[in-house]
């Protein structure tokens, strides 16, 4: 059974750094493309990043370019996101995701096949 489990989520100050990881299992990690998105409360969730299946090629939401880093360590099974000088807009809940099986990197939620249950980011101002 596919598993994705988010961890590194917390209660952090506004301008603090964070990195979220994303451990996978049972399926062959390096052949799905990955992805972030988060949902803040009362929001419908949104895309955060995606990489590509080697990590060569990567894409970020317009409102996070710049500031949000997704890496992947596939010998790990593990995607990651950096996040740098958080802010409060940033609070939500922070949700992985694996693509089609060898497929492309997408922003759309129903090109993600498997999900992971998230880890809540909170941020304090």
């Known amino acids: 059974q596919v598993q994705l489990v988010e961890s590194g989520g917390g209660l952090v100050q506004a301008g603090d750094s964070l990195r979220l990881s994303c451990a996978a299992s049972?399926?062959?990690?390096?052949?799905?493309?990955l992805g972030w998105f988060r949902q803040a409360p009362g929001k419908e969730r949104q895309f955060v990043a995606a990489?590509?299946?080697?990590?060569?090629?990567?894409d970020y939401s317009d409102s996070v370019k710049g500031r949000f880093t997704i890496s992947r360590d596939n010998a790990k099974k593990t995607v990651y996101l950096q996040i740098l000088s958080l802010k409060p807009e940033d609070t939500a809940a922070y949700y992985c995701?694996?693509?089609?099986?060898?497929?492309?990197?997408?922003?759309?939620?129903?090109?993600?096949?498997?999900w992971g249950q998230g880890t809540q980011v909170t941020i304090s101002s």
């Open positions: 990489i590509d299946r080697s990590g060569g090629s990567t």
């Open positions: 995701a694996a693509g089609r099986f060898w497929g492309t990197p997408s922003s759309r939620e129903y090109d993600y096949v498997y």
């Open positions: 049972a399926f062959t990690f390096s052949n799905y493309p």
